[in-house]
C-alpha cells in the first residue's frame, strides 16, 4: 500500500485554506489529473463538516471515479478523508492545519490500495512523484486566492 505525507508552510490563514481544502468541486481546476468531482451530501454542525463526494481521477485508459466521506473536525483543524465506494481498497487521508501568525502549516498524509493489482504495483513505484505534483498544485493555488 502506498503511504507517503507531505508538509507545506503557505502563506495564508488556516481558516481560509480548510476553506479552499474543503471546495471539493473546484479541484478539478487545478489538481493534475483530477477530471471531475461531484458533492452529493455536506451537512454542518458546531464540530464538524461532513461530506459525501466524488472524484475522477487518470490519464488516458486509467480514469476511475472514487466516493469518499470528509470529515473536517473543527476543534482539531483536521480533515479525514475515508473511502466509501470505487477501485480502492482502501484510502485514508488526514490534513492538519496549524497557523502561526499569517503562516499555516499544512500536513498531508495518504494511505490507499487499489483493488487492480497491477495498478497499484504502478501507483507504488510513481506514487511520491505524483504526491509532490499534487501538494504542488495545492499549494499554487493556495497562495493563489
Known amino acids: 500500500m502506498p503511504k507517503a505525507s507531505v508538509r507545506r508552510l ?5 481558516d481560509k485554506l480548510i476553506d479552499f481544502v474543503l471546495d471539493i468541486e473546484k479541484y478539478p481546476q487545478f489538481i493534475p ?10 451537512t454542518e454542525n458546531d464540530e464538524q463538516i461532513n ?16 466516493k469518499s466521506d470528509v470529515k473536517f473536525i473543527k ?9 466509501i465506494g ?10 492538519k492545519f496549524t497557523e502561526n501568525g499569517n503562516m499555516t502549516e499544512v500536513y498531508f ?5 487499489i483493488k ?10 510513481s506514487f511520491n512523484f505524483g504526491l509532490e505534483k499534487i501538494a504542488d498544485a495545492f499549494q499554487k493555488r493556495a497562495e493563489e486566492l
Open 10 to 14: 503557505i502563506n495564508k490563514r488556516k
Open 51 to 66: 461530506i459525501v463526494a466524488d472524484l475522477t481521477i487518470g490519464k488516458g485508459r486509467f480514469i476511475d471515479t472514487f
Open 75 to 83: 476543534k482539531k483543524n483536521e480533515i479525514n478523508v475515508k473511502n
Open 33 to 42: 489529473f483530477c477530471q471531475s468531482s461531484k458533492i452529493y451530501e455536506k
Open 116 to 125: 487492480n493489482k497491477f495498478l497499484n504495483i504502478l501507483m507504488t513505484k
Open 86 to 95: 470505487g477501485p480502492l481498497n482502501h484510502l485514508s487521508n488526514i490534513w
Open 109 to 113: 498524509e495518504i494511505d490507499f490500495e
